[in-house]
């Protein structure tokens, strides 16, 4: 089956650093992968739209200067959280649509961000 | 904009009885509905789905209806077991593939 994997699976980093979050597809080739966030106890809220070899589509408040979405290749995305404050410790999810068709979305484990 | 409305909250139901978990959802373009199930800091995992062309699906203990008109859809899970406590999402698929997705049902399975 489709296996999206991500990395880190937790860090911890101090405030103003920043952080890169990896999600590869192993099996598929994804031309669209999405990254989401999610707190505690809530739903998952959609981040920005992903497109290989394009720019990211941002959803509304999310500031893209501050959430850097490189989208390289067709099998992996990246999602660099700059100057992290912690406001921004959350659980970060990435999924990934099959190039070949389909609706379903494949989603990652999951790294869940701590910043101090 | 697109959302979909999920209820309720919170479902408590005695193991062995039925859960039914109810979406609304406003873009009457929509045309895919997954249903996902999240246990405690994990990824959601796909249960179940259903395109628009179809009004019903079943996968052993867990339906899905679908009433395009009303913009309504339904999880139904049967014979409830300790291991489906979990949260349930619905979602309806917009534009560009992206997702809209529920706020979420606790689901709790009384032994």
């Known amino acids: 089956g489709a296996v999206v994997s991500q990395h880190p699976s937790r860090v911890i980093c101090k405030s103003g650093t920043s952080v890169k979050i990896e999600c590869r597809s192993l099996?598929?080739?994804?031309?669209?992968m999405f990254w989401y966030r999610q707190f505690p106890k809530q739903s998952l809220m959609l981040m920005a739209t992903?497109?290989?070899?394009?720019?990211?589509?941002?959803e509304q408040g999310v500031e893209k200067d501050k959430f850097l979405i490189n989208h390289a290749s067709l099998t992996l995305s990246t999602l660099t959280v700059t100057s992290a404050h912690p406001e921004d410790s959350s659980f970060y999810i990435c999924?990934?649509?099959?190039?070949?068709?389909?609706?379903?979305?494949?989603f990652g484990p999951g790294t869940r961000l701590t910043v101090t | 904009g697109e959302n979909v409305e999920q209820h309720p909250s919170t479902l408590s139901v005695q193991e062995g009885d039925s859960a039914v978990i109810k979406c609304t959802y406003s873009?009457?373009?929509?045309?895919?509905f997954p249903w996902y199930k999240q246990e405690l800091g994990k990824r959601p995992q796909l249960i179940i789905d259903?395109?628009?062309n179809v009004g019903e699906k079943k996968d052993q203990r867990i339906a899905v209806t679908l009433n395009k008109t009303a913009k309504h859809f339904s999880l139904h899970i049967t014979e409830t077991q300790p291991e489906d406590s979990a949260v349930y999402f619905c979602?309806?698929?917009?534009?560009?593939?992206?997702?809209?997705w529920g706020a979420g049902t606790k689901l709790i399975i009384k032994p």
């Open positions: 992903s497109n290989e070899g394009s720019k990211a589509t941002y």
């Open positions: 259903i395109r628009s």
């Open positions: 873009d009457s373009a929509s045309n895919y």
């Open positions: 999924s990934a649509r099959d190039a070949s068709g389909g609706h379903e979305q494949y």
């Open positions: 979602a309806a698929k917009v534009s560009n593939y992206q997702l809209i």
């Open positions: 099996d598929f080739q994804a031309t669209t």
